[in-house]
């Protein structure tokens, strides 16, 4: 199982980004997938999650209104689109899945087959 990160980048106070979640040694019809992000000097945190059984979604209130998740099965990806981002959301973003089909919030603990990480800046 893997699963691979992009489309990090740097961008200004409001500006967008989507990040993807490329899955690879199995399908995304059998898990849910979370995105986390970590600042540094911080502890890794959960931000979003998507059901595989019925596309439904979870958000964080730090990035309710902005962000939105979304899969396609056929890409077997995931994508995080971010809009009006903030300098505090300059973090490394990660993407991992829960053994479950129903996202059941985004506790680190749930989830495992971390990716790599894609960088994600946000700066005047």
């Known amino acids: 199982l893997q699963l691979v990160e992009s489309g990090g980048g740097s961008v200004h106070p409001g500006g967008s980004l989507r990040l993807s979640c490329t899955i690879s040694?199995?399908?995304?019809?059998?898990?849910?997938i979370g995105w986390f992000r970590q600042a540094p000097g911080k502890e890794r945190e959960g931000i979003s999650c998507i059901s595989s059984s019925d596309g439904s979604t979870y958000y964080v209130d730090s990035v309710k209104g902005r962000f939105t998740l979304s899969r396609d099965n056929a890409k077997n990806t995931v994508y995080l689109q971010m809009s009006s981002l903030k300098p505090e959301d300059t973090a490394v973003y990660y993407c991992?899945?829960?053994?479950?089909?129903?996202?059941?919030?985004?506790?680190?603990?749930?989830?495992?087959?971390w990716g790599q990480g894609t960088q994600v800046t946000v700066s005047s």
């Open positions: 991992a899945i829960d053994s479950l089909l129903r996202c059941r919030g985004v506790e680190v603990t749930f989830f495992s087959n």
């Open positions: 040694g199995f399908t995304l019809d059998y898990y849910a």
